[in-house]
T-cell receptor, first 111, second 111 residues
Framework: DAGITQSPRHKVTETGTPVTLRCHQT?????MYWYRQDPGHGLRLIHY???????DKGEVSDGYSVSRSKTEDFLLTLESATSSQTSVYFC??????????FGPGTRLLVL | GENVEQHPSTLSVQEGDSAVIKCTYS??????FPWYKQELGKRPQLIID?????GEKKDQRIAVTLNKTAKHFSLHITETQPEDSAVYFC??????????FGQGTRLTINP
């Protein structure tokens, strides 16, 4: 499945705590993306990266930050988790102008 | 920014019949239109994509058509089988980055 993994796969946390999700690829793709998936909303882009230390916001970036210190890893951080951030988070990878391939997802529950 | 509308939200067809899912997009600059299939609890997987320089693309039982003038594109599945049951998402973007997804269509194939 396109050499992309996410960790953790499931997480339960409490409101106000910081949470970091990791996306790891072995495909050496330039672009990496974080999406969230919620019922009735499809998939919505949170942040994406077009290279090491190069990131940009998506349509639902408030409350999230990202970092990419090396090509293979893209981290998504919720600085202070809220119940509205309960969701399934998908990472995706792709080359410039190329198809995006998704990771297995992380199911996050914020209590 | 881009906005993608997808219809219908649910679709039920008899095994062997055809299924059609339609999407409209708002940004005339969009030039890449992928379709993803997502089975329950799994990651979205690309099933077919089309770029704006072609009007139709086929892959066995699956086809996608694009009408740039009307800004809509459609997924056609012929000779449906039980394994086609899933949620299907369309998306649009300029250059395959920053995909904007439709809300999804839950397709059920009745035996």
């Amino acid at each position: 499945d396109a050499g992309i993994t996410q960790s953790p796969r499931h997480k339960v946390t409490e409101t106000g705590t910081p949470v970091t999700l990791r996306c790891h690829q072995t495909e050496n793709h330039r672009y990496m993306y974080w999406y969230r998936q919620d019922p009735g909303h499809g998939l919505r882009l949170i942040h994406y990266s077009y290279g090491v230390k190069d990131t940009d916001k998506g349509e639902v970036s408030d409350g999230y930050s990202v970092s990419r210190s090396k090509t293979e890893d893209f981290l998504l951080t919720l600085e202070s988790a809220t119940s509205s951030q309960t969701s399934v988070y998908f990472c995706a990878i792709g080359g410039q102008g190329e198809t995006q391939y998704f990771g297995p997802g992380t199911r996050l529950l914020v209590l | 920014g881009e906005n993608v509308e997808q219809h219908p939200s649910t679709l039920s067809v008899q095994e062997g019949d055809s299924a059609v899912i339609k999407c409209t997009y708002s940004d005339s600059a969009s030039n890449y239109f992928p379709w993803y299939k997502q089975e329950l609890g799994k990651r979205p997987q690309l099933i077919i994509d089309i770029r704006s320089n072609v009007g139709e693309k086929k892959d066995q039982r699956i086809a996608v058509t694009l009408n740039k003038t009307a800004k809509h594109f459609s997924l056609h599945i012929t000779e449906t089988q039980p394994e086609d049951s899933a949620v299907y998402f369309c998306a649009a973007s300029k250059g395959a980055q920053k995909l904007v997804f439709g809300q999804g269509t839950r397709l059920t194939i009745n035996p």
